[in-house]
C-alpha cells in the first residue's frame, strides 16, 4: 500500500527556535497533502491543505505566517512551525491524498512529536 | 453544525461482545466514506472503506445509509486488540479532496 513517511519522528528544542517537518509520499504523486495537530486526548485538527504548486489553504484560527507549508514536488510538502513556542508542542501529522481503486485515500504519516522547552 | 459527528464514548466492553459506531454527515454530495483507527499516540490507519451496498472484512462490517447521511461500523466478537479510537471520514469531492473526520469514538475492550 501507499506509502507517506514523515520526518523527524521526534524534536525536542528551546523556545525560540524554528521546527521544519517533512512529509513524502513514497510510491505515489499527491497533489494534495494536509496538515493536522492533535493535542493529547483531542481530536485530529486539521490545520491546512497543501496544494503542490501553490499556495496552502489554512483553516480558521491557524497563522499561516506562524506555520509555513511548502508544497514545492508532487511528492514533498514541508511544514515549518517558526520561533516555536511551549503552546505549540503537540503532534503532527500529515497525509498525502492518493487514489486507489476508484477511491480517494489519506495515507498518514507516523507523526512529528514536537516538544518545546 | 459540524461537517462529521460521532460519539465519542468511551465504549467499554468486555472481551467477545459486538459493538456499533455510528458517524453522521451533513453534506448529502459526500462522496466516498471510511473508517480509520488510531491507537494512542500514533497516527490513524485505514480500517475501510465504505461502499454503498456495505461491506464487511472479518469480524468488521461498515454501513452506509445516504438517505439518513450516517454511516456504521459493527465490530463482532471484540479483541482486546480492538481497543483504540475510531475515526469516521467523510471526502466531499466537490470540495477539492476535503476530507473531514469525526472527533472519533474510544473503545476499550476489557478482559
Known amino acids: 500500500g501507499a506509502v507517506v513517511s514523515q520526518h523527524p519522528s521526534w524534536v525536542i528544542c528551546k523556545s525560540g527556535t524554528s521546527v521544519k517537518i517533512e512529509c513524502r509520499s513514497l510510491?505515489?504523486?499527491?497533489?494534495?497533502m494536509f496538515w493536522y495537530r492533535q493535542f493529547p486526548k483531542q481530536s485530529l485538527m486539521l490545520m491546512a491543505t497543501?496544494?503542490?504548486?501553490?499556495?496552502?489553504?489554512?483553516e480558521q484560527g491557524v497563522e499561516k505566517d506562524k506555520f509555513l507549508i511548502n508544497h514545492a514536488s508532487l511528492t514533498l510538502s514541508t511544514l515549518t512551525v517558526t520561533s516555536a513556542h511551549p503552546e505549540d508542542s503537540s503532534f503532527y501529522i500529515c497525509?498525502?491524498?492518493?487514489?486507489?481503486?476508484?477511491?480517494?485515500?489519506?495515507?498518514f504519516g507516523d507523526g512529528t512529536r514536537l516538544s518545546i522547552l | 453544525r459540524k461537517e462529521v459527528e460521532q460519539d465519542p464514548g468511551p465504549f467499554n466492553v468486555p472481551e467477545g461482545a459486538t459493538v456499533a459506531f455510528n458517524c453522521t454527515y451533513s453534506?448529502?454530495?459526500?462522496?466516498?466514506f471510511f473508517w480509520y483507527r488510531q491507537d494512542c499516540r500514533k497516527e490513524p490507519k485505514l480500517l475501510m472503506s465504505?461502499?454503498?451496498s456495505g461491506n464487511e472484512d472479518g469480524r468488521f462490517t461498515a454501513q452506509l445509509n445516504r438517505a439518513s447521511q450516517y454511516i456504521s461500523l459493527l465490530i463482532r466478537d471484540s479483541k482486546l486488540s480492538d481497543s483504540a479510537t475510531y475515526l469516521c471520514?467523510?471526502?466531499?469531492?466537490?470540495?477539492?479532496?476535503?476530507?473531514?473526520f469525526g472527533t472519533g469514538t474510544s473503545l476499550t475492550v476489557i478482559p
Open positions: 497525509s498525502a491524498a492518493g487514489t486507489e481503486v476508484g477511491f480517494i485515500y489519506q495515507h
Open positions: 510510491d505515489f504523486q499527491a497533489t494534495t
Open positions: 497543501s496544494n503542490e504548486g501553490s499556495k496552502a489553504t489554512y
Open positions: 453534506n448529502s454530495a459526500s462522496q466516498s
Open positions: 465504505v461502499y454503498s
Open positions: 471520514v467523510v471526502n466531499v469531492a466537490n470540495t477539492g479532496n476535503q476530507f473531514y
